[in-house]
């Protein structure tokens, strides 16, 4: 009977500590606003900075300029890493030219602190890297 309460206790143990270890998760929303041009999807991914396998993905048609509002559960808390695109051509991937560079408005923001219990939002303008160099050539 002893080494039964003894093997439940440990038991016990194990399952809350293995709670505390746990990767604790938030929600995050992401705001992108005046978007130019009224077409495709915009895909969002959030990956935690130092787990890159741990990732939030999503997309949303875009229907509207002035913004798509994406709310995302169970986002890793602490530093994330944040991408997204408007997938102009729907082909699911971030088309580039000869030198890799986007040919589509994106955005990328590394080490973004999501806080837990916290309300954590972020509000991005989507850039058209190719139209900014040839605007500022230097």
């Known amino acids: 009977m002893k080494s039964l309460i003894i093997n439940v206790f440990a038991c016990l143990t194990i399952a809350v500590s293995g709670n505390s270890i746990m990767a604790q998760t938030a929600e995050l929303t992401i705001v992108v606003k005046d978007i130019k041009e009224l077409k495709g999807k915009i895909l969002v991914a959030v990956k935690d900075s ?22 995302l559960k169970d986002v890793p808390a602490g530093k994330v890493d944040i991408s997204l695109f408007q997938d102009l051509n729907e082909n699911f991937k971030l088309d580039m030219d000869e030198q890799n560079i986007p040919l589509e408005p994106c955005y990328n923001k590394e080490k973004f602190n999501v806080k837990e219990n916290d309300t954590n939002k972020l509000v991005v303008r989507l850039i058209n890297v ?8 230097n």
């Open 50 to 71: 130092k787990n890159p396998e741990a990732m939030v993905y999503d997309m949303a048609p875009v229907e509207q300029k002035e913004s798509v509002v994406f709310t």
């Open 130 to 137: 190719k139209e900014l160099m040839m605007q500022n050539p």
